[in-house]
């Protein structure tokens, strides 16, 4: 297997199906073998049964469900612990970024990087759609908090645009706690810290505005997720240099 996309999905039910049919009519048109694995977030609309529409005649898609709500952080390693492809990619559901750039990001993986992040804060990012400016505003304010308490280089660590080699995703994902919005800083910090090669890359990106980050509350549980970061790493809870096994169950 070559690609896996692994696409968190939470209450999705009326931009997954769309964001499907373009990822299969992309992969339809590559030569190389691939899968999409649709993790269900415990959505409480028609998100199961979008997904499972595809997974009944499509052997590319596969659907799986947590048992209740755990975050975007959690089904991500979900699906990158259950993925069986050479390089593994994340994108959101909402595809914001369209599927074709990974083109991109796999050219930097077949280059001997580990890592590569869409961006859209590089020069050559191409923004089609732009944030409302308040949310522009909380991303920057974000970003500077990472650059001064976690981890500096990376102008963008929330695009939800990112593949990894797979031993680079398997090791990072046995080692993460961060189980929601956060966990994308998280995963960074940790190939940092590791020694993985990272490559920021920039891409074409289009806001969707129904979004599910809530300005304030969720701003607050990230700061609060940094900081979690910062204390896992200081008392030894990554493991780092160690061998590590940590299942998902739900």
Same mark, same amino acid.
Not at 44 to 57: E, I, K, N
Not at 86 to 112: H, M, N, Q, W
């Given at each position: !297997?070559?690609?896996?996309?692994?696409?968190?999905?939470?209450?999705?039910?009326?931009?997954?199906?769309?964001?499907?049919?373009?990822?299969?009519?992309?992969?339809?048109? $590559?030569? /190389?073998?691939?899968?999409?694995? =649709? =993790?269900?977030?415990?959505?409480?609309?028609? %998100?199961?049964? =979008?997904?499972?529409?595809?997974?009944? &005649? $499509?052997?590319?898609?596969?659907?799986?469900?947590?048992?209740?709500?755990?975050?975007?952080?959690?089904?991500?390693?979900?699906?990158?612990?259950?993925?069986?492809?050479?390089?593994?990619?994340?994108?959101?559901?909402?595809?914001?970024?369209?599927?074709?750039?990974?083109?991109?990001?796999?050219?930097?993986?077949?280059?001997?990087?580990?890592?590569?992040?869409?961006?859209?804060?590089?020069?050559?990012?191409?923004?089609?759609?732009? $944030?409302?400016?308040?949310?522009?505003?909380?991303?920057?304010?974000?970003?500077?908090?990472?650059? *001064?308490?976690?981890?500096?280089?990376?102008?963008?660590?929330? @695009?939800?645009?990112? @593949?990894?080699?797979?031993?680079?995703?398997?090791?990072? @994902?046995?080692? !993460?706690? @961060?189980?929601?919005?956060?966990?994308?800083?998280? !995963?960074? /910090?940790? *190939? &940092?810290?590791?020694?993985?090669?990272?490559?920021? =890359?920039?891409?074409?990106?289009?806001?969707?505005?129904? %979004?599910?980050? &809530?300005?304030?509350?969720?701003?607050?549980? !990230?700061?609060?997720?940094?900081?979690?970061?910062?204390?896992?790493?200081?008392?030894?809870?990554?493991?780092?240099?160690?061998?590590?096994?940590?299942?998902? %169950?739900?």
């Amino acid at each position: !297997m070559d690609l896996s996309i692994i696409i968190p999905a939470y209450n999705e039910e009326r931009r997954l199906g769309g964001s499907l049919h373009a990822i299969l009519a992309y992969l339809a048109r $590559q030569p /190389y073998s691939s899968e999409i694995i =649709v =993790v269900d977030d415990g959505s409480q609309d028609a %998100t199961t049964q =979008v997904a499972a529409s595809f997974s009944g &005649h $499509q052997p590319k898609v596969q659907l799986l469900r947590n048992g209740r709500n755990r975050g975007k952080g959690y089904s991500v390693r979900k699906g990158f612990l259950r993925a069986k492809g050479k390089y593994l990619l994340f994108s959101d559901a909402d595809l914001s970024t369209p599927i074709e750039e990974v083109e991109r990001l796999v050219a930097c993986l077949r280059d001997g990087y580990d890592i590569a992040v869409g961006s859209r804060a590089l020069a050559e990012s191409r923004i089609e759609v732009r $944030q409302p400016w308040y949310r522009q505003n909380m991303g920057r304010l974000f970003n500077v908090l990472v650059q *001064a308490l976690i981890l500096r280089g990376i102008q963008d660590t929330q @695009c939800g645009f990112k @593949c990894f080699r797979r031993e680079a995703a398997v090791e990072i @994902c046995r080692r !993460m706690r @961060c189980e929601r919005f956060a966990f994308d800083v998280e !995963m960074l /910090y940790l *190939a &940092h810290v590791m020694g993985y090669r990272v490559a920021e =890359v920039p891409v074409v990106w289009r806001n969707s505005p129904e %979004t599910k980050v &809530h300005a304030i509350r969720d701003s607050a549980a !990230m700061f609060a997720d940094l900081l979690a970061i910062r204390s896992n790493h200081f008392r030894g809870r990554y493991a780092i240099g160690r061998a590590v096994s940590r299942q998902i %169950t739900a």
